[in-house]
């Protein structure tokens, strides 16, 4: 085997060359370099490709979906409280959703917030899913992985659920998590507990993107508006 290592900015590229006998079944020589790539003029067709689709992704991603009065700084709880909230809007079976700290990469400054805006945040193609776990294996993954959590608060050294009720280290609870914890990302432990989740196909920006796009947030009703202070 043959293992290459080209670096980074797409300033090289790797070149392997096999000579294979097919009357002896074996290569007879090999070759592996790594061959570095010169400035270019970009070809007129590639530039057309790249300015279509240049064009369709800038729509996309900047569509105004919201507004923020103030710059919420990267793992602000009060937008990553709003985006978990989100998760359970999409599962309203749950009762709590769950995220790996690191899985919110941005925060949202101040001005128009555009879908570019949560994809900036949220940069990873994960799926949500809906798992089942005891109280205690819940808190097992908080204690042990520190996450981000909604739906579930600390008073008094216990834990309660949005709905006032304690929660019991015996009881069962559905769980929105991201398919990246769920596969023991970030050393979190869910799949073992829950080998047969309900995986959906919704990415964990969906329904944050359709929150604000529903509550069409304005520079006189800005997204702080909407965040909860009880």
Same mark, same amino acid.
């Given at each position: 085997a ?11 590229y790797g ?8 009357s002896t079944?074996?290569?007879e020589s090999?070759?592996a370099? =790594?061959?570095?790539l /010169?400035?270019?003029?970009p070809e +007129?067709?590639? !530039? ?8 369709e ?10 507004y ?19 998760w ?11 995220s ?16 570019g ?13 809906? =798992?089942?776990?005891? /109280?205690?294996?819940?808190?097992? +993954?908080?204690? !042990? ?7 579930m ?7 309660y659920?949005a ?13 929105v998590?991201?398919?990246?914890i ?15 989740p309900?995986?959906?196909?919704v ?5 944050f993107?359709e929150?604000?796009r529903?509550?069409a ?6 997204i ?7």
């Amino acid at each position: 085997a043959v293992v290459m290592e080209t670096g980074y900015g797409l300033s090289n590229y790797g070149l392997i060359e096999a000579e294979f006998n097919p009357s002896t079944g074996k290569i007879e020589s090999k070759s592996a370099n =790594v061959k570095k790539l /010169g400035a270019a003029a970009p070809e +007129n067709s590639a !530039k057309a490709v790249v300015r279509k689709w240049k064009a369709e992704t800038d729509a996309l991603l900047g569509e105004k979906i919201g507004y923020a009065s103030r710059n919420h700084e990267l793992y602000d709880t009060e937008i990553t409280n709003l985006i978990l909230s989100s998760w359970l809007r999409a599962f309203p079976q749950a009762q709590i959703a769950m995220s790996n700290h690191r899985g919110f990469r941005q925060g949202i400054p101040a001005g128009d917030i555009t879908v570019g805006t949560v994809y900036g945040i949220l940069p990873f193609e994960n799926d949500l899913y809906m =798992v089942q776990l005891t /109280g205690e294996q819940i808190l097992e +993954n908080v204690e !042990k992985c520190s996450p981000d959590v909604f739906g579930m608060a600390k008073r008094a050294g216990k834990w309660y659920l949005a709905s006032g009720e304690e929660m019991q280290l015996g009881a069962s609870y559905k769980v929105v998590v991201n398919s990246f914890i769920y596969s023991g990302g970030d050393k979190f432990i869910i799949g073992k507990y829950d080998p047969a989740p309900l995986k959906s196909t919704v990415n964990s920006r969906s329904p944050f993107i359709e929150f604000l796009r529903e509550t069409a947030t304005t520079k006189d009703r800005p997204i702080e508006s909407l965040i909860r202070r009880d």
